[in-house]
């Protein structure tokens, strides 16, 4: 097991620590745009940003610490208490409705949403079965069989929550999982199938869903409309040009932009920072996704191996959907950009993600 006094992978810690502060100066200036859309104050956001801040700090903190080991003995149970979390929405006098869906938890001093604990306590859960059934991952019994299992569970609650985006960045995380398993190709191909039906059962019994696909594929037919976001948001990319406006310049977030601390908040980034500030956020991912592939390769542990490259795959996959929605190239979606986006839950559970790759590298770092 990894030494409490093992160093974290360096690589990895300044990619995390630049994400971070980075996203938190963005968050601060698309932040200024709440002035001009009355609600919630300025300060009051920044705070509520600032306290989640310091908590995915400590979480950082705790579980660079605890060895991983635990995780993986406790998969199941952290997975299972997820879902019963998750079941949670289902009633009124705790759910909160906001957007069209009830995604969040109201104990009254705070909310939460559930569904970002539901995608790390899933990584955990699978890293675990796959380190389980290493030997028999090839069969249909342990390796199409357990995904469709789970897809079957996870897609009655999210579906039922209208919370479609969860379920196929859970969906496609697990995919690609199982494939880098050794899963066969057939098996993968038909996991691959059986979410597209899904996500297509979705667009044709949903109308708020196809509307999105209908947007995306003319978003100027409507642009006072369903297509003001997207157009609002290419308005904001295009006003940065080069260079862009400066910091806290962005004029899109005043008024015009919706949700420029949600999921809007690239495109304010973009119109501040410009092309070349664009650029360097993108690269910022990518360089964090490498430092953690790079975490995975280099553990001989088949569950820290797993549990780290999954987390990398889901940081890929959301803050893909949510730059490629920002700049038109899918349909919208309500995906928060990791690090970046207002949200608290996300904060927490992202950095307390990078804890546990953080305790992976120690074990890591033992073994080079």
Same mark, same amino acid.
């Given at each position: 097991m ?10 990895f810690?300044v ?7 980075f996203?938190?100066?963005?968050f ?13 104050s300025f ?14 700090v400590a ?7 605890? $060895? @991983?080991?635990? +995780?993986?003995? *406790?998969? =199941?149970?952290?997975f299972? %208490? /997820?879902? !019963?979390?998750?079941?949670l929405?289902?009633?009124p ?24 604990l ?9 890293a ?12 249909i $019994? @342990?390796?199409? +069989?357990?995904? *469709?299992? =789970?897809?079957?569970?996870? %897609? /009655?609650? !999210?579906?039922a929550?209208?919370d479609?985006?969860?379920f196929v960045?859970i969906?496609a ?8 398993a ?6 993968i191909?038909?996991a ?10 979705v667009?044709?019994?949903r109308?708020y869903?196809m ?5 995306f594929?003319?978003h ?16 904001a ?6 260079l862009?406006?400066?910091i ?5 977030k005043?008024?015009?932009?919706p ?16 092309f070349v500030?664009s650029?360097?956020?993108?690269a910022?991912?990518?360089l964090?996704?490498i ?10 542990d ?10 990398a795959i889901?940081?890929?996959?959301e ?9 038109g ?8 950009l990791?690090?970046?986006s207002?949200?608290?839950t996300?904060?927490?559970?992202s ?11 120690k074990?890591?770092?033992?073994t080079?």
């Amino acid at each position: 097991m990894a030494s409490r006094t093992a160093p974290i992978d360096k690589f990895f810690l300044v990619s995390v620590s630049t994400l971070t502060i980075f996203g938190f100066i963005i968050f601060l200036s698309a932040s200024l745009g709440l002035l001009a859309q009355g609600g919630a104050s300025f300060g009051s956001i920044a705070m509520k940003q600032t306290a989640s801040l310091l908590l995915g700090v400590a979480s950082f903190y705790i579980f660079s610490r605890i $060895k @991983y080991s635990w +995780l993986q003995k *406790s998969a =199941l149970f952290i997975f299972v %208490g /997820a879902v !019963l979390i998750n079941l949670l929405l289902f009633l009124p006098q705790l759910s909160h409705y906001h957007g069209g869906a009830s995604r969040w938890i109201d104990l009254g001093l705070f909310s939460f949403q559930p569904s970002e604990l539901l995608k790390i306590s899933f990584i955990i859960y699978l890293a675990a079965w796959i380190h389980f059934a290493k030997d028999k991952i090839t069969s249909i $019994k @342990y390796g199409l +069989l357990v995904y *469709s299992i =789970l897809m079957v569970v996870l %897609g /009655a609650l !999210l579906l039922a929550q209208r919370d479609t985006d969860t379920f196929v960045i859970i969906c496609a995380t697990g995919i690609i999982m199982f494939f880098v398993a050794g899963v066969p190709l057939k098996q993968i191909m038909v996991a691959v199938i059986l979410m597209v039906a899904l996500v297509f059962g979705v667009l044709f019994t949903r109308p708020y869903a196809m509307q999105r696909v209908q947007t995306f594929l003319n978003h100027n037919q409507d642009t006072q409309g369903a297509g003001y976001q997207i157009n609002q948001s290419l308005i904001a990319i295009g006003s940065g040009q080069i260079l862009g406006r400066g910091i806290g310049q962005s004029i899109q977030k005043f008024g015009y932009l919706p949700q420029p601390t949600d999921d809007s908040i690239f495109a304010v980034a973009a119109e501040e920072f410009g092309f070349v500030g664009s650029i360097v956020l993108i690269a910022m991912y990518i360089l964090l996704a490498i430092s953690i592939f790079r975490i995975s390769i280099n553990t001989k542990d088949i569950f820290g191996s797993f549990v780290a490259f999954g987390i990398a795959i889901l940081v890929i996959i959301e803050s893909f959907l949510n730059i490629a929605a920002m700049l038109g190239l899918i349909p919208l979606s309500g995906v928060p950009l990791l690090f970046v986006s207002h949200g608290g839950t996300a904060l927490i559970i992202s950095l307390a993600a990078m804890g546990i790759v953080a305790n992976v590298s120690k074990k890591s770092y033992n073994t080079r």
